[in-house]
C-alpha cells in the first residue's frame, strides 16, 4: 500500500502516510486497529528498501496479524478509558446543572429538643446515594468541584431556614484547601464544617491554616468513636463539636458498654470544651439515656427526618 499511489484515502490515514514520509522511505502500509467493530487506531509501518511497496504487500498478512494483536492489548485498555471518560462527562454534567437539591436534618439540645442547627445533606436528581457521587466525583480527581457545588446549593437552600440556628456542612479535607470554604464567607449564618473520620487528611498543618481563613466557621469531626483516623482529627484539629458515631448510640439506653464508651466521651469532651452531638437517635429512651450521660446535643429519625425545609 504504498502512500503515494494516489488513492482516497480516509483523514487519519492520510496523517499516518503524511508522517510516514520521511526522507528516505519508497513505501508504507497501514492497517486498521480495531476490536468488535470499532477503530482503535492504525497500525502503520515504513520500507526503506528499493522494492519497498512490494516487500511491504508481501508482508500485509503479518501486519494484519500484528494489528490483531495490538487491538487484543489495547481493546480492554480504551474500553476503561471509554467508561472512565464517560463517568467524567456524566459527573460534569451534574456538577455544571447543579443536579442536586439540600435537606436539612435538625440538631436539637438535649432535653427540651430545642433545635439549634440543620445539617445540610446534598440529595442528587438521579437518585444515586450521595456517599457513592461524592466518593466518584474524588476518585475522577472532581471531588473539590462537585463539593463546592454542594456548598452553592446547601447556601442556597439554606435562606429557607430559620435564622439563629448553625447550618453544618460534609466538607473532604482538600474542598478545605482549596479553597471551598471560602465561599461560606457572606452566609451570614454561623457555619460548621464537618469532616468525617473516613477521610484521609495528608497535612493537618495545611488544613489548620485553610480553616482560619474564615475565622466564624467552628469545626465538627463526624462519627467520633468509629475508628482511630476521628480521634486522630479530634487531637490535631480542635473541633468545636463531636458527632458520636449511630453504633455508639444504638441501644445505649439498655447497652452497658455502649454507655460506657459514651460516658467516656463525655468526659472528654468537658475536659476539652469541645459539646458532643449524638448522631442517629431513633428512641425516647436513647434520647433520655443520652441526656443523662451528658450530652449535649442530638439529631435523628426521632427529632426530624432530613427533609427540604
Known sequence: LD??????????????????????????????????GRDLGLLGLASGAMDGPDVLASRLPLIEQMAQTAADVLSPQTDRLTASEARRQAMIQIIDERALRTVFQPVVRLPDGEVCGYEALSRFHDGTPPNEVIAEAHELGLGVALEEACIDVALESAARL?????????????????????RMAPSGRSIVVEITEHTDIPSYAEVRRALRRIAPIQVAIDDAGAGFASMRHVLELSPHYLKLDMGLVRNVDSDPARAALVAGMCHFSRTTGTELIAEGVETEAEAEALSKLGVGLAQGYLFGRPEPR
Request: no cysteine; charged share 15%.
Open 3 to 36: 502512500h503515494r499511489a494516489g488513492r482516497p484515502v480516509p483523514a487519519a490515514e492520510a496523517d499516518l502516510a503524511s508522517a510516514l514520509a520521511a526522507p528516505g522511505v519508497t513505501g508504507s502500509a497501514y492497517v486498521r486497529v480495531a476490536a468488535a
Open 162 to 182: 430559620p435564622e439563629g440556628p448553625f447550618l453544618s456542612l460534609n466538607i473532604a479535607p482538600d474542598t478545605v484547601v482549596a479553597g471551598g470554604i471560602d
